[in-house]
């Protein structure tokens, strides 16, 4: 008999009641397991004593705010999935959660089924990488640029690179294809696990906080190149 693998767990930190209980029930009928937090204390407190499947916080929340709890998070060693849901929808916050280590960034009032895309993509995204990692190294080693997904470690001539979960998802996929040509939408859904209009503008912030830790002279680049009117290639 196939064993039935376990339930993914997550981790709903969410002041508002009506959106918590909106999304419980449409995660739960997902097969996924859900505890839901009504503040960030408890939130906080809840994620530092579990090892969660994914997480889903609130900016805004009592005791301690989403970006705390994201950063907490992010300075332990076990890697989580965050989406940050908000109702601060401007691209300076979309960029400060990410920045901070949020994988996704959905602002209120979002699509439901949108909200669920997320979560199974990155779903996908971790377990495929687990399941690669059963098989085959999974380090590369390109050049001067040295990459470990599962500890999510990067260096470039052995100076490590701080770099927030997308930033390194991003480097490690043009890694893997050095030389060749992605355009933006490419990286969407190759790199973030969906496509959707609008959100282009995210691959070229990622793209110019990479460059900026991996070049000598951001302006000139050198390693991560744009390709003009195709899209950006890894040239090591």
């Not at 470990?148 to 470039?156: I, T, Y």
């Amino acid at each position: 008999m196939q064993a039935v693998p376990p339930q993914k767990q997550i981790l709903l930190v969410e002041d508002d009641p009506d959106i918590a209980n909106v999304l419980c029930l449409h995660l739960r009928d997902e097969g996924y397991a859900v505890v839901h937090a009504l503040d960030g204390v408890n939130g906080a407190r809840l994620a530092s004593l579990h090892q969660w499947d994914a997480l889903v916080l609130d900016l805004t929340l009592p005791g301690v705010d989403g970006l705390e709890i994201c950063r907490q998070v992010r300075a332990s060693s076990h890697y989580t999935p965050i989406v940050i849901i908000s109702a601060k929808s401007s691209e300076v916050h979309r960029v400060l959660g990410l920045e901070v280590g949020a994988d996704d960034y959905l602002p209120k009032p979002f699509s439901v089924l949108e909200f669920l895309a997320r979560i199974k993509a990155l779903m996908r995204r971790v377990d495929a990488l687990k399941q690669s990692a059963q098989v085959k190294p999974l380090t590369l080693q390109l050049g001067p640029l040295h990459l470990d997904p599962l500890s999510r470690l990067a260096k470039l001539n052995e100076q490590v690179l701080d770099l927030p979960p997308r930033e390194f998802d991003l480097l490690h996929f043009f890694a893997q294809h050095p030389g060749q040509v992605f355009s933006r939408i490419e990286l969407l859904n190759r790199v973030w696990g969906y496509q959707h209009d609008g959100y282009e503008h995210t691959v070229n912030t990622h793209i110019n906080r990479l460059r900026a830790k991996l070049e000598t002279n951001p302006a000139r680049p050198e390693r991560l190149l744009t390709v003009w009117g195709v899209g950006y290639k890894l040239n090591l």
